[in-house]
């Protein structure tokens, strides 16, 4: 069992979803009897995300927060949690997962076993057996679903290379540390590296569902898009040095 857990948590203008999933989070902990604790990276909200912390953390001793002064994104957000992380002696397993209720924390015993089974980077996945997504619109489905078929076909080697539903060894996490993207291009270039690092990759089936309080800060941009085909065309010129 997983006795030193943490549950990464970045979180920018969450208030009304930040306290709910730290008490769902702390249910699922005292069930299994975890120890584990929560470190919530609030980037520079300007909502009542950093008063629900406080909250959070006058209701249980089990919570860390860092401040970013302003909004520095989600990748840096990641960043300073993962650097923070590492910085804990008897770390045996780190947890990524989104602010907003869309992650079911009771599916946090899938990618503790998945980890104690040997993996280094878990990947909470709708395209895997038993995974599914609960009313994601239609666009938004077609897009995640598109751009995953491609980019297994060009050799990425997870079905779910964009969710942010993850956990992570210790050795994970030095990868994640070395990371460069700064948006939410850095969730495939994870995979990517620790891929490139010989890391056990996994999957669990995980549910998706949808935000009911704030709105979402994911844009698809361009520059993100960009990004992907960049990442992408890394492993293919990996893939073609390695076959010359
Ligand atoms: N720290 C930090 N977290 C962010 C930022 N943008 C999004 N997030 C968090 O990342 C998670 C996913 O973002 P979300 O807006 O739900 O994107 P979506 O799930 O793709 O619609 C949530 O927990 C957000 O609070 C950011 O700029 N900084
Ligand atoms: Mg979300």
């Not at 960043?79 to 590492?86: I, P, S, Y």
């Not at 942010?164 to 850095?186: H, M, P, Q, T, W």
């Not at 890394?234 to 040095?241: D, I």
């Amino acid at each position: 069992m997983l006795s030193q857990g943490y549950v990464l948590i970045p979180c920018f203008n969450e208030e009304g979803n930040l306290l709910r999933l730290v008490e769902r989070l702390v249910e699922v902990f005292r069930t299994n009897g975890w120890a584990w604790k929560i470190l919530c990276v609030n980037d520079g909200s300007h909502d009542r995300t950093s008063e629900e912390i406080d909250l959070a953390q006058a209701k249980f001793g089990n919570l860390l927060r860092i401040d970013h002064p302003r909004n520095l994104g989600f990748a840096q957000a990641i960043r300073t949690g993962v650097e923070t992380l590492l910085q804990q002696p008897n770390l045996d397993g780190a947890f990524i997962m989104d602010a907003d209720l869309t992650h079911d924390p009771a599916s946090l015993v899938l990618f503790a076993s998945a980890l104690e089974d040997g993996a280094d980077l878990v990947i909470g996945s709708r395209y895997v057996e038993r995974g599914k997504m609960e009313r994601v619109p239609f666009w938004r489905r077609a897009l995640s679903g598109l751009g995953n078929s491609v980019g297994r076909l060009m050799g990425i080697p997870v079905k779910d290379a964009t969710s942010g539903y993850r956990a992570f060894s210790r050795k994970a996490l030095e990868i994640v540390r070395s990371c460069r993207e700064n948006d939410f291009s850095i969730q495939l270039e994870e995979v990517l590296l620790c891929r490139k690092a010989g890391l056990r990759l996994a999957e669990v089936p995980i549910t998706l569902g949808v935000r009911d309080v704030g709105i979402s800060k994911f844009h698809y941009s361009i520059r993100l898009f960009w990004r992907y085909f960049l990442l992408v065309l890394s492993l293919q010129s990996r893939a073609r040095n390695q076959r010359g």
